[in-house]
C-alpha cells in the first residue's frame, strides 16, 4: 500500500502484513471497537503516519508495542486505548488532538520525555483540550505529560485499591471535567491542587485520598465540584489534617490513614453509610459526629490510631461492628461531661481538663485506662463494671459507686498515680505478671477478690468489705485495714513485714478452706464485734487487740511476736504456741488447749494471769519466763522436753493428776512458787524449786525435789515418797485447811 490502508467498518486483518510504500499511511475509522492487528507492523515507517479516527466512543486498542517513525495522531472524537505493559515509541511525533481521548494504563501514566509511560515517541503532543482516561489495573501516576491546564475531560477509571495518583498540580478549566468513577481512587498529595474554572465529579463509589492539610478545601479548587452521597474518602496526609469544609454532610466511607501519624478533624458532622475507618492517625471528631446513617458497617480503629471524642460528641454509633484494636486509644476530650459508650476499647483515655465522664455500660479496656487530670470518671448509676488488662493511671477522680474493677491483664500492670485512690469491688485476675502500684501510698476498696495472678498494694490498703483470696498471690504492704471477712481459699498471701487490721463494727470471719493462715502482724481493733477464726492461724509479728474480741473457736494460734490485750480474747479450746527466735512479752489468756513453748531462741515473757490445760516447754534454745507476781494455772500435763521454763516471781499451779512429764530442758526457779493442787495424788517433778506448795488432797510424791524456798503444806495434802532435799534458807510451814499429820515432808 503505497496511499492509505483504511481500517473501517468492523474489517480485521489476517495473514502477513502488508507492505507499505515511503508514503504510505495507516488510520483506523471502524465502526465499533477495534484492536490492531496485523495490517499495523512492529515498526511503521510510512510518513503519512497512524491515524486513530475511529469515533464511536470504543476506539482502538494497540494490541502489542510498536514504533512509529512518523507521525501518530489520535483525531477528535477517537479513543486510543493502551495497556499497561503497551508502549508507542518512535522517532515520530505523538499527538493527542482536542476532542480526542488517550486511555492509559501504564504505571507511570504518560510523560513529557524518556522511555517510561504509554507513549514515549520522540515527540509528544497532548493537547489541553484532549480527554484522558486512566484505567490501569496497578497503581498509576498520571505522569508529567499531563496537560497542567485541561478543557477536556481527565477520568479516573482504575479501579484498584491503590489508585491513580495526580504527578503535579493540574487546573480544569472551563469546559473542562475531572471524574473519578465508581470503584476507581483518585490520590491527591500534600501540596497538589486540582484548580481551574472547569468542574470536579466524586462518583457513587468512587474514592478521593487527601493529603491536603487543608483536607478537600485545599486539594480541590475547582469552581464546580460533585461530590455523590455515596462516594468515599481517604485523609492519608503526613502532617495535621482538617476534613474541610467539602466534605459532604453524608458519605460512603470514611478512612483516616494520615501516616504522621498526625491528627485528622472533622469540620462538620458527617453521616457514614458504609464504614468509618482509621488505619493510622488519629480522628479528632472535634465537637462533630460521625455516626452510621442506619445500621450496618463497621468501626475499625487499628493498632497505634486514636479516637478523639470532644464537645458534645459523642462514641459514633449505629455500626454493627465495631473492632478497638488493643493497641488503639479513645479520648473523651472534652471539657465538660460525657458518656463512656459500653465498648471493648484498646485504651481509654480522659481529657481536656474537667467534666465528668459517666459509664453508658460495662467497658472493657484491654489496654491502659488513663483519667486525665481534672476529670472524673463515674460508674453511672447501674454501677456499671470495668475490666482493664494493662494500667490504670488516675491523675483525676474516679467515682466508683458500687461498681467492680476487674484487672485481668497477661503482664504487669499498675495503679497510679494520685497519692490516695478509692475503688469499690476490685477483682484480680491475672494469667501472668504482677499487679503494683506507682506513687499511691493508699487504696481503698469495698471487696478485693484475688481470683489469679500477684497484686502488690500500697503501704495502705483498706478494705471496707471481704477480703477473698481464691488463687493468685496477695503481697502486703505496710497495713492491710480489713471491715469484713477474710477468707483464704487456696491463694497466697505474703505477709511481708506488714499488718493486717481487723476494725470492723460486726462480726467479722478470718477463714477459708485453706488449713492454715499466716500473719505477720494481726491487729485487731474493733468498736463491737467478733473477729473469729476459721482455721489455725499462725502470726509471726505481734497480735494486738486494741478493742473488741478475737475469737479463736477452738483452732490453734502460733505466736512469733509480742501479744498484747486491751479488748478480749476468746481462746476456748485453742491450742497456744509461742514460737519465734527474739523476745517476745505475751499478755494473759485463757484456754483449754495446751500451751506450748518453741522457742528456738530469745526469751518470751508472760505479762498477764494464764490458764490453760497443758503446759509444754519444747523449744530448743528458748525460754518461757513466767512474769512478775502472776497467777498461771493449768489442768493438763507439765511436759519437759527441751528449753527452759523460768519461774520468773509468778505462781504456777498444776492441777491434773500426772503433774509432769519427761525430764528434758530446765527449769530454773528464780522467786516463783510451783503449787501442785490436784485433788488427789500427784507426783512433783524432781527439779529445784524456790517456792513449793502442796495442796489440794491426796498424797504428794515429792522424790528428788529440792526446795530453798518456803515449803508450803496446804488444804488435805499429804506426802510420800523420799524426803525432798532443803537449801539452807528453807522454811517448812503448815497452812492446811484440815487437822494435819506431819508427814514425810518433815526430816
Known amino acids: 500500500v503505497n496511499g492509505i490502508l483504511s481500517m473501517e467498518g468492523t474489517a480485521t486483518t489476517t495473514g502477513t502484513v502488508a507492505t507499505y510504500g515511503a508514503a504510505a499511511t495507516l488510520q483506523y475509522k471502524g465502526s465499533a471497537a477495534q484492536t490492531t492487528g496485523t495490517e499495523f507492523p512492529a515498526t511503521w515507517s ?12 470504543t476506539g482502538v486498542t494497540l494490541a502489542a508495542n510498536k514504533t512509529v517513525n512518523a507521525p501518530c495522531t489520535v483525531n477528535n472524537g477517537a479513543v486510543l486505548t493502551l495497556g499497561s505493559a503497551i508502549v508507542l515509541s518512535g522517532s515520530g511525533a505523538f499527538t493527542l488532538s482536542a476532542g480526542g481521548t488517550l486511555a492509559i494504563a501504564s504505571t507511570a501514566g504518560i510523560t513529557s520525555s524518556g522511555a517510561t509511560g504509554n507513549i514515549q515517541m520522540t515527540t509528544r503532543n497532548f493537547d489541553a483540550a484532549g480527554n484522558y482516561t486512566y484505567n490501569g489495573s496497578a497503581a498509576q501516576a498520571t505522569g508529567n505529560g499531563l496537560p497542567t491546564t485541561l478543557t477536556g475531560t481527565l477520568t479516573i477509571a482504575n479501579g484498584v485499591s491503590t489508585g491513580v495518583t495526580l504527578s503535579q498540580n493540574t487546573a480544569i478549566n472551563t469546559a473542562g471535567t475531572c471524574v473519578v468513577n465508581n470503584g ?9 491542587v486540582l484548580s481551574g474554572s472547569g468542574a470536579f465529579t466524586l462518583s457513587s463509589g468512587g474514592t478521593l485520598a487527601i493529603a491536603h492539610a487543608s483536607g478537600i478545601d485545599g486539594n480541590i479548587t475547582t469552581t464546580t465540584k460533585t461530590f455523590d452521597p455515596a462516594a468515599n474518602y481517604t485523609y492519608n496526609g503526613s502532617v495535621a489534617q482538617v476534613t474541610g469544609s467539602l466534605l459532604p454532610a453524608a458519605v460512603n466511607n470514611l478512612t483516616i490513614n494520615n501516616s504522621g501519624p498526625a491528627t485528622v478533624t472533622l469540620s462538620g458532622s458527617v453521616s457514614v453509610s458504609g464504614n468509618l475507618s482509621v488505619s493510622s492517625g488519629t480522628l479528632d471528631l472535634s465537637t462533630f459526629n460521625a455516626d452510621r446513617t442506619v445500621s450496618g458497617g463497621s468501626l475499625t480503629l487499628a493498632s497505634g490510631t486514636t479516637l478523639k471524642i470532644g464537645g458534645t460528641a459523642n462514641f459514633p454509633v449505629n455500626y454493627t461492628t465495631v473492632t478497638l484494636n488493643a493497641a488503639s486509644t479513645v479520648d473523651y476530650a472534652a471539657g465538660g461531661t460525657q458518656t463512656i459508650s459500653a465498648q471493648a476499647y484498646g485504651n481509654l483515655t480522659t481529657s481536656g481538663g474537667s467534666g465528668t465522664k459517666t459509664l453508658a455500660g460495662a467497658d472493657v479496656v484491654a489496654g491502659n485506662l488513663t483519667i486525665g487530670a481534672g476529670t472524673t470518671v463515674d460508674v453511672g448509676g447501674c454501677n456499671f463494671g470495668i475490666t482493664v488488662a494493662g494500667n490504670l493511671a ?25 497519692a490516695s485512690l478509692t475503688f469499690n469491688n ?69 505477709q511481708g513485714s506488714g499488718t493486717v487490721n481487723f476494725n470492723g463494727t460486726g462480726a467479722q470471719a478470718i477463714n477459708g478452706s485453706a488449713a492454715s493462715q499466716t500473719f505477720n502482724h494481726l491487729t485487731i481493733n474493733k468498736s463491737s464485734g467478733s473477729a473469729t477464726l476459721g482455721g489455725t492461724v499462725s502470726v509471726g509479728g505481734n497480735l494486738t487487740i486494741t478493742a473488741g474480741t478475737l475469737d479463736t473457736a477452738s483452732n490453734s494460734v502460733t505466736l512469733s511476736g509480742n501479744f498484747s490485750n486491751s479488748g478480749t480474747f476468746t481462746a476456748g479450746s485453742s491450742a497456744i504456741t509461742i514460737a519465734g527466735t527474739a523476745a517476745q512479752s505475751i499478755a494473759g489468756f485463757t484456754t483449754t488447749g495446751t500451751v506450748s513453748m518453741t522457742k528456738t531462741g530469745g526469751v518470751a515473757t508472760f505479762n498477764g494471769n494464764v490458764n ?27 511436759t519437759r522436753t527441751a528449753g527452759t521454763l523460768d519461774g520468773g516471781s509468778s505462781t504456777l499451779k498444776l492441777g491434773n493428776a500426772t503433774a509432769f512429764s519427761g525430764t528434758g530442758g530446765t527449769f530454773t526457779a528464780s522467786t516463783g512458787t510451783v503449787e501442785y493442787n490436784a485433788a488427789g495424788a500427784q507426783s512433783v517433778a524432781g527439779v529445784t524449786y524456790n517456792n513449793l506448795t502442796l495442796s489440794g488432797s491426796g498424797a504428794k510424791t515429792t522424790t528428788g525435789a529440792t526446795v530453798n524456798g518456803i515449803l508450803s503444806m496446804e488444804g488435805t495434802a499429804t506426802t510420800t515418797g523420799t524426803v525432798a532435799t532443803y537449801g539452807a534458807a528453807a522454811t517448812l510451814q503448815y497452812k492446811g485447811s484440815a487437822a494435819q499429820t506431819t508427814g514425810t515432808e518433815f526430816p
Open 184 to 192: 476507581a481512587l483518585l490520590t491527591l498529595g500534600s501540596s497538589i
Open 426 to 494: 476490685v477483682t484480680v485476675n491475672k494469667s501472668a505478671g504482677a499487679l503494683t502500684m506507682l506513687t499511691t501510698t493508699s487504696l481503698t476498696v469495698n471487696d478485693l477478690t484475688m481470683t489469679a495472678g500477684s497484686f502488690t498494694p500500697p503501704a495502705t490498703l483498706t478494705i471496707n468489705g471481704n477480703a477473698t483470696l481464691t488463687a493468685g498471690t496477695l503481697t502486703a504492704g505496710t497495713t492491710i485495714n480489713v471491715g469484713g471477712n477474710w477468707s483464704n481459699n487456696g491463694g497466697i498471701f505474703t
Open 46 to 57: 510510512g510518513s503519512g503516519g497512524v491515524i486513530i479516527a475511529n469515533g464511536n466512543g
Open 612 to 638: 490453760g490445760g497443758g503446759l509444754t516447754i519444747n523449744g530448743t534454745g528458748g525460754t518461757l519466763n513466767l512474769g512478775t507476781s502472776l497467777t498461771h494455772t493449768f489442768t493438763g500435763t507439765w
Open 394 to 418: 488516675n491523675g483525676g477522680t474516679f467515682t466508683a459507686g458500687s461498681g467492680l474493677v476487674t484487672f485481668n491483664g497477661s503482664g504487669a500492670q499498675t495503679i497510679g498515680t494520685a
